[in-house]
């Protein structure tokens, strides 16, 4: 299979996605990754765990596309057959892997396993002539060959395993495999958060109408809005060959943009928020303490989510009962009563106790009504107070939230952390 | 095609699929919505808004399958192409349809739009012979044709419109065209955590080949094994046509199974955990409060992600930095200098602290080394310590995980979760 540019076929294998157990995210997440390459997907296949179904839908695959890419089946159970199917299709008889199976045994070992599970030893098994593609995150390696000028490839179905081999081993066997049949593509990300998506459009939109300028800048690049529930992602894409006039397009449209988001935006390779939280906090060498009562914990989840946090966040009190707002933060039981738990004198007392009482120098408060139910005429389920306190000065806002109780913590937690991020 | 039990396959049409644009939760839901009517997916197809993709990928369905299921393509835009693509591959000529086209007036007007928008008049096309399937929310109907005895259906991509008509107009035309070949299939999930897939499947392995009372049993039922790093979930499955019969295979095998894996096993309707604990702590009109270091949050976040904690669960300190050890939850500053954060004896004080200090019947604990850094020959990354303390009497446990710092935290809280509900 030849042509200028390299196509992909992809064949997801499991009973559980042919029935709607599991939802198909592997096929969405590898598009996606293989589109960032250049290399565009022509067609997809589902399969159960059969052997013949799987050799059929591979076998046709081949035939159609530069690049393989088979998940799912190779796990160490009796229902576990992608290896035996695409070994047996291709003529390529199994070898039991000398390395595999050390790195296995150490593996469990380090696990605390006296004995190695019989089970996995189908997990060192290896294709003949098939390069190993390490999993950081499991024991079922992927497994890659070329079979009549089109790389076949395995990969486990759980996700965290696939998209580490994808974004390890296999993307360096992609560039040194495809590298000058893959389409360039230059994308840039710019972050935004408390917007939302039409609003960016109907600015960005209007900008482009009224001002030339901005108009033939957005006209070399391709826009898209990437909304979800923490805020919404603008993605500039150059297909320009040259990577310097990528580049300079890039920065081009970015500046231009810049003037109309500037005031939502943020700054973080990762993309989370959380990550211009902790650099302002260390530039400015603070110390962070939260008081969470309707997230429940998410904001400092989020805020431990990567290493290292620790160096600018102390801790937090999850104040999900009323009682310990007042035991473990020094809230007024009056003020409770009289203001409710949902009120900016609560968020700002929770505040200052969570500074106070783990000794930090700044305290962030989240306060609210997640639902289902405990919403009121007054109090309406979404309504979340805010409160950050630094050096004795307070700032506070409410916002009302829509969505089921996840989209209300969710979003609340990211309001919590922008709000902190615009104070500092 | 022709066979005892109906199979179907399902034909998913969109370049944003195959980009990863947007997850195809189209085809689960039909496989779901398929399987609750007995009727089996035996493969799935996603291709490309482009002509010859679409009609090999059907022509191919229609020669494995008795029903062929088409979703996406049938909008009004350029774009949508797979009417005229499926209506040209088995040479039946559209023609206008009156009916649709009134109807397709009437709603536009009833929008208020004064001329009909031109765009939409391939929304009215039917292919020669075509069964048209009422859209209850939206302009497109689904359209269902025979061919070589196979039902070939197509549908709009947009999920509700999908589902509207499937649960209408086509669950008639299916029960009708495949009633007696639908095969009904019965699952049931057995969860369990704290136990790896390989020794789940050792254990039943073994069972099967040294009780041929338990091998007997399991024949009559399909098993698959889920992992996540959560747990690993056990669905066996009856394909038995009498719903009484099913019920029973099921009982006994869950019976049989429940003696290899009862000590890993947690009963949950949602399959979270927490909805066990929350159970077993109401049941026992017990309150809990959590302290947290490595897990950062996670564990309470998890604990108040279902609405209705609040009944049992009061709250919990995330004591990331040491010092909040000490200043919230009273862990002796001696004990932390001596046997460090990752101990058995500070892991106690947390939970003693937490009970304590937010007035709670239960504490639960969880500290350890998340990684990637602050791992030592004596502690390594992944080492976590998890302390329960109920009426006085305390309950220790220590695991090393296996994996990132992401897996080592989603790991601990689902054990510290496991260790609560098996305390209780």
């Not at 595999?100 to 396993?113: E, N, S, T, V």
């Not at 060192?124 to 593609?133: D, R, S």
């Not at 995150?137 to 060959?145: D, I, Q, R, S």
Request: hydrophobic fraction near 40%.
């Amino acid at each position: 299979m030849t042509g200028e540019f390299a196509r992909a076929a992809i064949v997801s294998v499991g009973n559980e996605l042919l029935f709607g157990e599991t939802v198909n995210t592997n096929a969405a997440w590898l598009g996606r990754a293989l589109a960032e390459k250049g290399i565009a997907v022509s067609c997809g296949y589902t399969v159960g765990d059969s052997r013949t179904s799987i050799q059929d839908a591979v076998w046709r695959a081949t035939r159609s596309a530069d690049l393989v890419l088979i998940s799912g089946g190779l796990g160490p159970t009796e229902d576990d057959i992608t290896r035996n199917a695409v070994a047996d299709l291709f003529e390529r008889p199994l070898q039991s892997n000398e390395k595999l199976l050390a790195k296995l045994r150490d593996r469990f070992h380090a696990h605390g396993y006296r004995e190695f599970p019989e089970t996995n030893l189908s997990q060192v098994e290896v294709p003949e002539g098939a390069i190993v593609l390490d999993n950081p995150n499991g024991t079922a390696p992927g497994l890659a060959f070329e079979e009549d000028s089109t790389l076949v490839v395995m990969l486990p179905g759980v996700p965290r395993e696939l998209h580490g081999i994808f974004l390890g081993d296999l993307s360096a066997l992609l560039e040194e495999w495809l590298g000058d049949r893959m389409a360039p593509v230059h994308h840039r990300m710019l972050h935004t958060t408390g917007v939302p998506e039409s609003r960016l459009a109907e600015l960005i939109e209007e900008a482009i109408s009224s001002d030339s300028a901005f108009a033939s800048v957005l006209s070399e690049v391709s826009l898209a809005y990437l909304p979800d529930l923490r805020g919404v992602d603008l993605r500039i894409t150059s297909r320009s060959v040259s990577t310097e006039e990528a580049k300079a397009s890039l920065d081009r449209a970015e500046e231009e943009l810049d003037t109309q988001i500037a005031r939502w935006r943020y700054h973080a390779i990762s993309g989370d928020i959380v990550e211009s939280v902790s650099d302002a906090l260390k530039d400015l060498g603070l110390m962070l303490a939260v008081a969470e009562s309707c997230t429940g914990g998410l904001v400092t989840k989020r805020l431990t989510d990567h290493p290292g946090a620790s160096t600018s966040f102390v801790g937090g009190v999850i104040a999900y009962d009323d009682s310990v707002k007042v035991s473990a933060l020094d809230v007024s039981q009056q003020d409770l009563s009289q203001f409710g738990a949902v009120s900016e004198v609560v968020a700002i007392q929770m505040a200052l106790g969570a500074s106070k009482r783990l000794g930090s120098d700044v305290g962030l408060a989240v306060t609210g009504v997640a639902g289902p139910g405990g919403g009121t005429k007054e109090k309406p389920v979404g309504r979340v107070w805010f409160a950050v306190v630094l050096n004795g000065e307070e700032r506070t806002c409410s916002v009302d939230f829509l969505g089921d109780r996840d989209a209300v913590r969710e979003r609340a937690a990211q309001a919590a952390l922008a709000m902190l991020l615009r104070t500092l």
